[in-house]
């Protein structure tokens, strides 16, 4: 076992605040995590943990290590990048998040062509809807749906993305059509618990932004399980329209509100400013555009 493997288990578990967390976060056991930790305070001869069963705290000598071992590991790192990017070919890991919305749709079979394409590529890929932070868990790249990019991060825009409201059409049979979103308070709603908004859905009137509060019997953290909601006749629901416009070509769904919906909202791949950008970061966001832009040119709008 190297000591950069050791010294990266010793910064994972003092950035999580645990052996735990760290396991977690880095896919590997406590008992493991442990293990390099103690075999790093042996080859460097200083306790570098107080260790109880409640709470963790450095040493002084841990102080030391800590602040060196993350320049060491930046270093290292970028090392290592400098020589994938010199490399035609992409390769070595590739950590990536990609909101569920979007991630459950066909661009996870985008991602796996990419995977297929690059046979020395090793995908980790996170599906998840909060905001990551690029740097500090060190992910590869990020896919965002939103108004604005993080100014501390480089973006690139891949496509526009629609938010939309729909129902079944016998539920806007039995329960009428919503002509203003104000009137959804009045509404079975379903909630799609993952959206930032959560049962507070935002719309554009004019040149304002407003907010109605919806309810409903049904809340569920999927977007996929909303749908199936709506389709059983449960309520209105609102979610990516790249997940309901299939259920919409054939009917089963329907639109409502169109003339409200959000604009200005994109999908961005973001990275973190590098010197050099890796060549498998470089290549996997070259053919994220490449999809999203045969997409646009057949008219299948996000």
């Not at 690029?134 to 629609?162: M, N, Q, T």
């Not at 409200?260 to 973190?272: I, P, R, T």
Request: aromatic fraction near 6%.
């Amino acid at each position: 076992m190297d000591a950069i493997t050791r010294m990266r288990a010793f910064v994972a578990v003092v950035d999580a605040g645990g052996f735990s967390a760290a396991a977690r976060q880095t896919g590997r056991s406590k008992a493991l995590m442990s293990k390099y930790v103690s075999e790093l305070e042996d080859e460097l001869g200083a306790r570098l943990l107080n260790r109880t069963t409640r709470q963790l705290s450095l040493t002084e000598a841990g102080e030391a290590a800590y602040e060196e071992g993350q320049e060491i590991l930046r270093r290292v790192d970028h090392l290592r990048e400098t020589l994938e990017a010199s490399s035609q070919a992409p390769q070595g890991r590739l950590r990536i998040s990609v909101p569920r919305a979007i991630g459950e749709s066909a661009l996870s079979r985008v991602i796996m062509d990419f995977v297929s394409r690059h046979p020395d590529i090793r995908l980790e890929l996170h599906l998840e809807d909060r905001f990551v932070d690029v740097v500090d868990e060190g992910y590869d790249c990020a896919v965002r749906i939103s108004a604005l990019a993080d100014s501390s991060l480089i973006a690139r825009k891949l496509a526009d993305f629609r938010v939309v409201v729909y129902a079944a059409p016998e539920l806007i049979a039995s329960h009428g059509r919503p002509e203003h979103p104000s009137e959804l308070a009045g509404l079975p709603c379903i909630v799609d618990t993952n959206l930032r908004s959560r049962a507070n859905w935002p719309f554009r009137d004019g040149d304002s932004r407003i907010t109605t509060s919806v309810t409903g019997r049904v809340q569920a953290n999927s977007p996929v399980a909303a749908i199936s909601a709506a389709l059983a006749g449960l309520g209105f629901s609102r979610g990516p329209w790249v997940l309901v416009r299939e259920h919409i070509a054939r009917g089963a769904l329907v639109t409502v509100l169109d003339a409200y919906e959000l604009d200005g909202l994109g999908v961005f791949a973001v990275y973190a400013h590098r010197e050099r950008m890796p060549a498998k970061v470089r290549a996997f966001i070259d053919h994220l555009v490449a999809w999203y832009e045969s997409e646009r040119r057949a008219g299948r709008t996000c």
